[in-house]
């Protein structure tokens, strides 16, 4: 059990947030979120939120982080940070220190939404969710994925580095603009596409494809500019983006048997669900023959609360018993 008042926080390559639980059942009250570039070390940047927080100090944190969760030391993968449980726990005075992978407590959030919640937004037909698992995948400044699965009465949450699995050409313009994607570490996998800095990977391929020139150095100019309905390349690496993200995510639903829907979260998604809605990503999710008749009722929606993470680990916390998940602790060494 953790103590309460409890520190909660999703540490990003880009943003990290946090809030304080200030006793069970109370909702979670959200601190300044801070740029993850902004301090040299994750210390400094929690004291400096927490300075707004007018209330009892925490006693206790669980802290969600953009990587593998093996030890309780962790290095992020698209940031400058290393995440050292007990170095927080010590300096902020804490009895416990949980790290997990930042795609559990956005798996644990799936449990949340109920019906027409504000916070989610259907794409493709009214399907009815199944009794199986379900699945997060989010795009942003890196690519994330976990299930949560139904197990004996409890729930298993299965934090995964899908992002990093080897993502191919499937169609002819496909296979055309593969040559001119950027490698990362010689590879192509998911994230590299399927990601804030893949839609820029996207647009550049494109645009080398078509020889011209590419005008879009972020992710934000891209959308911005589909918006606007300024550029035909914004507009052609955005449908190319969704159809990718909707095949992505109808293969990761086939390994994870995930009857129970499929949930995409991230930065990205939540700006272009009429995109997504209305692109190849539904026709790309169900193309599983000989399964396109199975993955047609599977719902697919976009997780539009702004923070499902935070909103997962307050579940986690207050109600640890319902679910079965990896962390890696740190707790006070008790004295004599």
Same mark, same amino acid.
């Given at each position: 059990?953790?103590?309460?008042?409890?520190?909660?926080?999703?540490?990003?390559?880009?943003?990290?947030?946090?809030?304080?639980?200030?006793?069970?059942?109370?909702?979670?009250?959200?601190?300044?979120?801070?740029?993850?570039?902004?301090?040299?070390?994750?210390?400094?940047?929690?004291?400096?939120?927490?300075?707004?927080?007018?209330?009892?100090?925490?006693?206790?944190?669980?802290?969600?982080?953009?990587?593998?969760?093996?030890?309780?030391?962790?290095?992020?993968?698209?940031?400058?940070? /290393?995440?050292?449980?007990?170095?927080?726990?010590?300096?902020?005075?804490?009895?416990?220190?949980?790290?997990?992978?930042?795609?559990?407590?956005?798996?644990?959030?799936?449990? /949340?939404?109920?019906?027409?919640?504000?916070?989610?937004?259907?794409?493709?037909?009214?399907?009815?969710?199944?009794?199986?698992?379900?699945?997060?995948?989010?795009?942003?400044?890196?690519?994330?994925?976990?299930?949560?699965?139904?197990?004996?009465?409890?729930?298993?949450?299965?934090?995964?580095?899908?992002?990093?699995?080897?993502?191919?050409?499937?169609?002819?313009?496909?296979?055309?603009?593969?040559?001119?994607?950027?490698?990362?570490?010689?590879?192509?996998?998911?994230?590299?596409?399927?990601?804030?800095?893949?839609?820029?990977?996207?647009?550049?391929?494109?645009?080398?494809?078509?020889?011209?020139?590419?005008?879009?150095?972020?992710?934000?100019?891209?959308?911005?500019?589909?918006?606007?309905?300024?550029?035909?390349?914004?507009?052609?690496?955005?449908?190319?983006?969704?159809?990718?993200?909707?095949?992505?995510?109808?293969?990761?639903?086939?390994?994870?048997?995930?009857?129970?829907?499929?949930?995409?979260?991230?930065?990205?998604?939540?700006?272009? /669900?009429?995109?997504?809605?209305?692109?190849?990503?539904?026709?790309?999710?169900?193309?599983?023959?000989?399964?396109?008749?199975?993955?047609?009722?599977?719902?697919?929606?976009?997780? /539009?609360?702004?923070?499902?993470?935070?909103?997962?680990?307050?579940?986690?916390?207050?109600?640890?018993?319902?679910?079965?998940?990896?962390?890696?602790?740190?707790?006070?060494?008790?004295?004599?």
């Amino acid at each position: 059990m953790f103590a309460f008042p409890v520190l909660i926080g999703d540490i990003g390559g880009t943003n990290s947030r946090f809030a304080v639980l200030p006793e069970r059942g109370h909702a979670y009250i959200a601190l300044p979120r801070v740029p993850t570039a902004s301090t040299p070390d994750p210390v400094d940047a929690i004291r400096d939120t927490l300075s707004h927080y007018p209330g009892p100090p925490p006693r206790s944190a669980m802290i969600a982080v953009a990587n593998r969760v093996d030890t309780p030391v962790v290095r992020l993968t698209n940031a400058d940070w /290393t995440i050292d449980a007990g170095a927080i726990g010590t300096a902020l005075g804490l009895t416990r220190v949980a790290l997990v992978n930042d795609y559990t407590p956005v798996a644990a959030s799936a449990v /949340t939404f109920e019906g027409q919640d504000e916070g989610l937004a259907r794409l493709g037909p009214d399907v009815p969710s199944g009794p199986g698992a379900r699945l997060v995948v989010g795009p942003g400044t890196g690519l994330g994925a976990g299930a949560l699965a139904p197990v004996a009465g409890r729930l298993a949450i299965l934090a995964t580095e899908a992002g990093h699995m080897e993502l191919g050409p499937a169609a002819a313009d496909e296979f055309l603009l593969w040559p001119h994607l950027e490698r990362v570490g010689g590879r192509v996998t998911a994230e590299v596409v399927l990601s804030g800095p893949g839609l820029c990977r996207l647009c550049s391929a494109l645009a080398a494809v078509r020889d011209e020139a590419n005008p879009f150095a972020a992710p934000p100019a891209v959308i911005e500019a589909w918006r606007d309905q300024r550029s035909g390349l914004a507009g052609a690496a955005l449908d190319l983006f969704g159809r990718l993200l909707g095949r992505f995510a109808g293969d990761l639903a086939l390994a994870f048997e995930a009857t129970g829907g499929v949930y995409i979260a991230g930065g990205i998604a939540p700006r272009i /669900t009429d995109l997504l809605d209305g692109s190849g990503f539904r026709a790309a999710f169900e193309n599983k023959s000989p399964h396109h008749g199975w993955a047609a009722r599977i719902p697919t929606y976009v997780i /539009t609360d702004p923070e499902p993470a935070l909103r997962g680990l307050t579940v986690l916390v207050t109600d640890p018993a319902r679910f079965v998940f990896r962390s890696q602790e740190w707790t006070v060494p008790r004295s004599g």
